[in-house]
Nanobody, 125 residues
Framework: QVQLVESGGGLVQAGGSLRLSCAASVRTFNPYAMGWFRQAPGKEREFVAAISWSDATYYADSVKGRFTISRGNAQNTVHLQMNSLKPEDTAVYYC???????????????????WGQGTQVTVSS
């Protein structure tokens, strides 16, 4: 059973930076894509960023230019560098993986198969 384990959340002031990391528990796990979603209190879960096996990257408009998604040394690890953080970035961030090999990365959370437990990111004003 594949588990995704996130790390790196925390409290930061507006304008600051945080780096989230996620690793799959099974070394041979080779997903088509990995990504991040987030959910703020009282809101639906929303797409943040994703990266495919070929390193194609996708971002929500709200984070473009501020967040960078990248793979780690292993294909089943992913990082999210978050710069110029805003109070509206406050949310629980979830790592996710899509095991289905497709023609392109999908942005709907219903298409992803594996989810981490979530890590809290709080940005104070």
């Amino acid at each position: 059973q594949v588990q995704l384990v996130e790390s790196g959340g925390g409290l930061v002031q507006a304008g600051g930076s945080l780096r989230l990391s996620c690793a799959a528990s099974v070394r041979t796990f080779n997903p088509y894509a990995m990504g991040w979603f987030r959910q703020a209190p009282g809101k639906e879960r929303e797409f943040v960023a994703a990266i495919s096996w070929s390193d194609a990257t996708y971002y929500a408009d709200s984070v473009k230019g501020r967040f960078t998604i990248s793979r780690g040394n292993a294909q089943n690890t992913v990082h999210l560098q978050m710069n110029s953080l805003k109070p509206e970035d406050t949310a629980v961030y979830y790592c996710t993986a899509d095991k289905n090999w497709r023609s392109r990365v999908v942005l709907a959370d219903s298409e992803y198969d594996y989810w981490g437990q979530g890590t809290q990111v709080t940005v104070s004003s």
